[in-house]
Nanobody, 115 residues
Framework: QVQLVESGGGLVQAGGSLELSCVASRSTFSFNRIGWYRQAPGKERELVAAIYNSGTTNYAEFVKGRFTISRDNAKNRMYLQMNSLKSEDTAVYYC?????????WGQGTQVTVSS
């Protein structure tokens, strides 16, 4: 079992920045993949960014150049630095870990961007 807890969401003006953090119950180094997803009202959950065990990163087109995913294996944490936020980035953001054939999710943190 893996527990994930997000923090760092909130209300920000368009053009502003936020950093989301997710702490895991075990080392992030042990996960095959870690990532951030988001779900806006009335929409499906979608991938925002991911890091694979190889170190390869993957970003959705709509956040490339604005968001950066990172991890600190020593602290069991992953981060999502979000810059140049837009109103369409408003959503609940979830951290995700893929470990031993299963997906694990945090409870989500709300990000609201006012225009």
């Amino acid at each position: 079992q893996v527990q994930l807890v997000e923090s760092g969401g909130g209300l920000v003006q368009a053009g502003g920045s936020l950093e989301l953090s997710c702490v895991a119950s075990r080392s992030t180094f042990s996960f095959n993949r870690i990532g951030w997803y988001r779900q806006a009202p009335g929409k499906e959950r979608e991938l925002v960014a991911a890091i694979y065990n190889s170190g390869t990163t993957n970003y959705a087109e709509f956040v490339k150049g604005r968001f950066t995913i990172s991890r600190d294996n020593a602290k069991n944490r992953m981060y999502l630095q979000m810059n140049s936020l837009k109103s369409e980035d408003t959503a609940v953001y979830y951290c995700n870990a893929y470990y031993r054939g299963a997906d694990y999710w945090g409870q989500g943190t709300q990000v609201t961007v006012s225009s």
